[in-house]
DNA sequence: CTGTTAGCGCGTTCAC
DNA sequence: GTGAACGCGCTAACAG
């Protein structure tokens, strides 16, 4: 800047004032400063003007569990246009679901001058994420509730999800409706929750042959889920699969038993009804929206100790065989 | 920092060498400086290090046309895991497939100091990312070959994976190969020259009837894959859907006729054989691998001007019906 | 309208 | 072993 001044004849300042429509420099001059600007290829450096004026750096924070989960990028592009519309860029990070690389990387996003960070924790206690709070800006929980220290989130309203799930299969006439899922996460016990839920509203009690917890792997899931539907006559008509594992485990467990007639069949997670060769309804939250969400609380902080956190619920949607799928989502493309 | 160093007694200088494990500190003062810098919660800004020293901001850029794009993402995940090795940052940003959006996203990454910047590029032709190129770090392009500047790239091998996608179905028996796709596009028209290759090796003449060119839409895709399918006993046995408009198109014309047996099916793209109710092969890019392969490129640039800029082609697999698929991608994730 | 001074938070280069 | 001065690229706050 200082070399394109002195080519000019000017000062620095003038060259900073014209590059930034500030007012106070003549037109005649501006055009000079521009018209070499450009045929110098010269671009100011942000990093050195938001140093010097204190201005936040126009950066945001992303820590994910995993890049390739669908979930995970519906997120980031939800993030990033919500950046986007406010002139800020996301830096992604994945913690690859361990607890240390994610505190690591709060740290290092916040030495990095970020104005915030969204995180996805990996765990269900947050504490270690305490120490990435201090000394930068907002730092706010996404699809997991804070646990051992007080955070913005945005979480999906999993309870009424599961709720309407249910609620739908005994409009249709179920009566047995089984439960598969581990309910050591939150969102699989808030599943659970919205499962009796509406059993209660329905005034069905709950069998408790159908409810299943294996843990969140595929080896006990498909082990629940044979044991669950081999019940014979009293097996359910139809089952909440209530993590992907579960998911996973039910279909092929359905699916290797020709003839039979399968139950209905509800997952949760992004929509993909073309998974299985029989009707499945899942439970898709918008993580697209979420992730907006997320990036609005970072750009929109509360006043520090001001309020308690907020806390902000975003709804799903049921998306059945009968569903018209609108193309939110890209489809996929080939390279 | 000064602050910091006040507070001590000593100066900012001894602060920052007890902070950098930099010689010249006693170990007495590195320890007390040390544990104030714990205590106060003190983090070093990492910007105006990097400023002062000139040094790389340990930070690159991707821009990408869609992050909902699965194939997206995985190149994402790879550039940012080649990156972490390297101790950087990804900064991600999407142009929507808008190239006046995607040139201006390439200047504001330079703008903020990124040591370089993988383009996934919205359209054919590319000069408009010229001006990138200019006073930065390298310009990488990925999954399309520089038309219209100099720079390096990495690919997939398209030609190589049509060849042998289709060399495997002449092994099967199939005589009669059909190939629908868009060949506007680079990726297109390379898989038709893969096609033609096996072709010429096997010895068997192109049928041009069976060579179908719609345009890259549903609309298009669809009628051609109607006529490409009903030819009566002229109808191929096997064909290539080499985009993805008409992969989806073959899938709904050939689940639209239950009872007639469906020809052999090649996809192109993220493999998700499950997909279909019926076998389906898929020719799938590693995009992880090239994600990571373009960073590579980022990080050891080839000297201005000295050379030919650098062309890698990464494989791709073919995954079939009888291919175990290693798990590789993260699957879904249920919130 | 334009130029000068000062300084953002840090590191290099010398002196002490 | 430690500190003072200077500068990275840029811009508020004042001069002129």
Not at 54 to 71: E, K, N, Q, R
Not at 207 to 228: F, G, K, W
């Amino acid at each position: 800047m200082r070399s394109l001044a002195a080519r000019l004849g000017v000062s620095a300042m003038t060259v900073s004032r014209a590059l930034n429509d500030r007012p106070g420099v003549a037109e005649a001059t501006r055009r000079r400063v521009l018209g070499a600007a450009a045929a110098l290829g010269y671009r100011p450096d942000r990093r050195a003007s938001r140093l010097r004026a204190g201005a936040p750096a126009g950066l945001v924070g992303l820590v994910v569990t995993s890049l390739a989960d669908p979930v995970m990028s519906a997120l980031t592009a939800g993030v990033e246009r919500a950046c986007a519309e406010n002139a800020a860029r996301v830096i992604v990070a994945s913690s690859n679901s361990d607890p240390a690389a994610e505190s690591g990387l709060v740290a290092d996003l916040r030495a990095r001058g970020v104005d915030g960070v969204v995180v996805v924790p990996a765990g269900a206690d947050h504490a270690h994420l305490r120490a990435g709070q201090r000394g930068g800006g907002p730092l706010v929980l996404a699809t997991s509730p804070p646990a051992g220290l007080a955070a913005d989130c945005v979480l999906v309203d999993e309870v009424s999800g599961a709720h309407r799930a249910c609620r739908q299969l005994f409009r249709q006439g179920h009566r047995r409706i089984g439960f598969l899922a581990s309910t050591r996460s939150w969102a699989g016990s808030e599943r659970l929750r919205g499962h009796i839920l509406a059993h209660d509203e329905a005034g069905v009690p709950v069998d408790e042959r159908l409810v299943r917890q294996p843990r969140e792997d595929a080896h006990s899931a498909r082990s629940a889920a044979r044991e669950l539907l081999s019940t014979g006559d009293d097996a359910p008509s139809a089952l909440l699969a209530a993590d992907f594992p579960s998911l996973v485990a039910v279909l092929r467990t359905v699916g290797a038993r020709p003839g039979s007639r399968p139950p209905a069949i509800v997952g949760f997670g992004p929509a993909r009804t073309d998974l299985a060769p029989f009707p499945l309804t899942m439970v898709s939250p918008d993580s697209v929206a979420l992730g907006r969400a997320a990036a609005q609380l970072v750009f929109e902080p509360r006043a520090p100790g001001s309020t308690a956190p907020r806390q902000i619920m975003m709804a799903s949607s049921l998306v059945g065989p009968s569903t018209r799928l609108a193309h939110a989502v890209a489809p996929p493309r080939i390279g």
